[in-house]
């Protein structure tokens, strides 16, 4: 069964505009990790965001913030003021702590248009 | 210098000739992991290392083996390699000792062509 979901394949957005990447994700294990990554044109990947399950609080790393809906299982991730280096492919991943492996979602294009 | 290296960047192989992928790491971390990744499909599990005693299959180790030589060591070979291999490959470190538990760092991939 798909435990992560990106419903997304590709997105647009307008730069300095805000994007929401959606993210959803299936687990029973109380205790996990959501993380996003992105991956650029280059073919690295770059480690943005992590929300554990336990977090009261949303993660915010500068213009990244991940949106957490714990009953509804969604982890999204919202990127502020876009600007044209954020076009990239972003992965939304889960790490469950019993099983301690890392699945990733098929991922989400994101074009970012002047 | 990068804290995961890995050797070949860029390889074409032959169908059915044997080839290794290698990965270092000079993080010190315990945790190691192979990767594939396809368009469209993100990045699959191929296998993970907890340690060099400690190794794993992840959701698709079937035509791969690994070896954990050392800490920082851990290759990932293709017995016979076939067209359906090529991708792009990616070894990844984490370690769970450390407050960054979840964070995983990854090397820079190698690209593997099977013709």
């Known amino acids: 069964a798909q435990k992560i979901t990106q419903t997304q394949p590709g997105m647009f957005v307008q730069e300095k505009e805000a994007v929401t990447l959606d993210c959803t994700y299936d687990?029973?294990?109380?205790?996990?990790?959501l993380f996003w990554y992105k991956q650029p044109s280059s073919g690295e990947m770059i480690f943005l965001i992590y929300q554990g399950s336990y977090d009261q609080q949303n993660a915010t790393e500068g213009r990244y913030s991940l949106n957490f809906q714990k009953a509804r299982k969604s982890a999204n991730l919202v990127i502020s003021a876009s600007q044209l280096g954020d076009s990239a492919m972003y992965f939304c991943?889960?790490?469950?702590?019993?099983?301690?492996?890392?699945?990733f979602g098929p991922g989400t294009s994101l074009s970012v248009i002047p | 210098d990068a804290d995961v290296t890995q050797t070949p960047r860029n390889r074409i192989t032959k169908t059915g000739k044997r080839i290794m992928l290698e990965c270092s790491q000079t993080k010190g971390h315990d945790r190691m992991y192979w990767y594939r990744q396809d368009p469209g499909l993100g990045l699959r599990l191929i296998y993970y290392?907890?340690?060099?005693?400690?190794?794993n299959k992840g959701e698709i180790s079937d035509g791969y083996s690994v070896s954990r030589q050392a800490q920082a060591k851990f290759s990932l070979s293709l017995e016979s390699a076939i067209p359906n291999q090529t991708a792009l490959y990616f070894c990844?470190?984490?370690?769970?000792?450390?407050?960054?538990?979840?964070?995983?760092?990854f090397g820079p991939g190698t690209r593997l062509t099977v013709t």
């Open positions: 687990t029973s294990d109380p205790s996990y990790g």
């Open positions: 990844a470190t984490s370690d769970l000792s450390r407050t960054e538990w979840y964070e995983q760092y």
């Open positions: 290392s907890f340690d060099v005693k400690d190794i």
């Open positions: 991943a889960m790490r469950e702590w019993s099983d301690d492996k890392v699945i």
